[in-house]
């Protein structure tokens, strides 16, 4: 396998990696309906031999949870979630490359050096956030942690991206519920400029920049929900119409450091919000991705993008971005969808 | 009208303006298709009554061309290019602005200060830089001009975007060929950073770091086509797939430096480029956005972004790309489509 190619603009701190194993020829763009109708799902119970082997499965022996993966040509089927990389990856493990560009160009470039994987949410191939299961999204959660730890424990991996597609105008080319994980070989521009802001702030200060913002959108209009643990929210300048933020009460740096009981409260935050956005805008594309550092200064969050609107030629030229929906008016809508779905959930759940 | 609000992110240096004169209510995004089908383009000849009056037209009088604006409720019906505010701006003259937040909020913020409009392109609905006459796109060139000159002259304005939205895909809500304009109150990021490495190179070295980037792709192999005064390359480190540049040979900042030989040349190169872009991928969406500022290190170019992948999960949520296309891959195909384009061209017209 091919390693791909990093390369950094002429001038701007803009990093884009040349993804040669996804190759298309002209043509491919051509169709109208590109994407691939599969008349088998590739994560659907039964046909785990479309995808390379998994690196983590979670598997229910009498009544207990084990962990395990794929080995010596043996494939899980009774896998409850299943984490297998990606088949055609932008970054990719220095062992399980056979070579690649030499990170020497006419401008400044790297190897693509890391991982990509997918982490599928449950073997129920609609089984989405919105509408899951509070105890399947508490596997989800487990799961991400534990490829989070892997994955950070390599040195050549300098930042781990949990992110989720959801919807074709989101870019999910598979409807199977799935997150994908990325580890890079650099800090990504975004949360690179926020750990910055958050060190100099910690230095200046002794606190932390996000707890303090925490403690201020509490008593704001853009407040959406809260339980004892975790803050839901629609950030001052929201990007994206409808866009709202995830953040643990307590001061933490990764989704490590959570308990066990604010993991159960954040795959309850995960099922009212997600279910709250479905039930207001009616299944609405999205994106997430969380926020994570393993530094003392850093608070980790998840951000949540609906995608209603395009970013057109002024967003992409500029940087500059409009949004048509304010976020105190987003959040008071969000808020009334997330109180009706939490309260039905209470009554099925029973708590 | 209101002013809409500008906001800043918590801690990045970003920047959204918050539209509340575009307003939408949630159940406004559930449609299917959500954008109008108008029967009646507002853009065509005859139905200049659905836009605001003309702030700039071009007309022809006894075979010369003059240039005039809708004045005393009378609109010209008989125009070549015609210039009107947008009926939902992003941006407000503080004149036309009868009152508006007051630039005061709980984070930092402004007033969305600045000019928003659009450049209806030629009375012939489909006349699309790929397909039009080269004496058209001149004086669409001259209207770029002509605005650019006259938005830039207010105090407030600190940036002004010329930049095109072509398909659905790509955020253009009609299909009539116009340019969108927006003079905004402060420098954004994306030119914000290209000046400052503008600024620091030109004081380091005394010249211009695109100038220098110019005689460097002139000989690589992401050159896709060049006349006297004009250069088109694929960016090295391009964001999207089939991603092209245009830059002027001749050092200058804004494209109000050009000579009429230059606008002559920068309409053929339009007329070929977009023409090649169809030719090779069947009409896809595309966003072009110029980055012209008027200060002596600055470089003015045009970027080109076919729409042809979404930025999803990882893109949105960190800053680092991924493009399925290489750059010398791209130029390489551009190059046989702009070519043959511009050899049917020189059949059609002669020169």
């Not at 119970?45 to 949870?65: F, S």
């Not at 990856?89 to 401008?107: M, R």
Request: hydrophobic share 35%; proline share 5%.
């Amino acid at each position: 396998m091919l390693l791909n190619e990093m390369r950094k603009d002429y001038i701007l701190d803009r990093w884009v990696v040349i993804a040669t194993q996804r190759k298309r020829r002209p043509v491919d763009f051509m169709k109208a309906e590109e994407r691939r109708k599969l008349s088998h799902c590739p994560f659907c119970p039964g046909n785990e031999h479309m995808t390379p082997p998994a690196v983590l499965v979670y598997l229910e022996r009498e009544g207990k949870m084990i962990k395990d993966k794929d080995q010596n040509g043996v494939r899980h089927r009774d896998w409850l979630v299943r984490c297998v990389p990606n088949l055609y990856p932008a970054f990719t493990s220095p062992s399980s490359s056979e070579s690649g560009t030499d990170g020497v160009g006419e401008y400044e470039c790297m190897k693509a050096i890391g991982h990509h994987e997918v982490l599928i949410e449950s073997p129920n191939h609609d089984e989405h956030p919105g509408v899951a299961r509070i105890s399947q999204l508490i596997l989800v959660l487990n799961a991400y942690r534990d490829r989070l730890k892997t994955l950070l424990s390599h040195k050549y991996v300098k930042y781990v991206s949990i992110f989720r597609n959801h919807g074709s105008d989101a870019g999910a080319s598979l409807s199977h519920a799935h997150t994908q994980i990325m580890a890079t070989p650099i800090l990504p521009r975004i949360v690179k400029e926020e750990l910055d802001k958050c060190v100099d702030f910690w230095n200046e200060t002794g606190r932390c920049v996000f707890c303090d913002i925490i403690e201020k959108e509490r008593g704001s209009s853009r407040l959406i929900w809260e339980n004892e643990s975790f803050l839901v929210f629609a950030p001052w300048a929201s990007v994206h119409p409808f866009e709202f933020w995830i953040f643990p009460k307590r001061h933490q740096s990764t989704i490590l450091e959570m308990d066990s009981k604010e993991i159960r409260e954040l795959a309850v935050i995960f099922r009212a919000s997600f279910g709250g956005l479905k039930r207001l805008l009616g299944d609405p594309s999205y994106n997430f991705g969380f926020h994570m550092i393993p530094h003392k200064s850093f608070h980790w969050h998840l951000e949540v993008y609906p995608r209603l609107t395009v970013w057109a030629g002024f967003e992409k030229s500029t940087g500059m971005f409009i949004n048509v929906v304010s976020p105190e008016e987003a959040a008071s809508n969000l808020k009334e969808a997330i109180n009706k779905e939490f309260e039905d959930l209470k009554e099925k759940t029973g708590n």
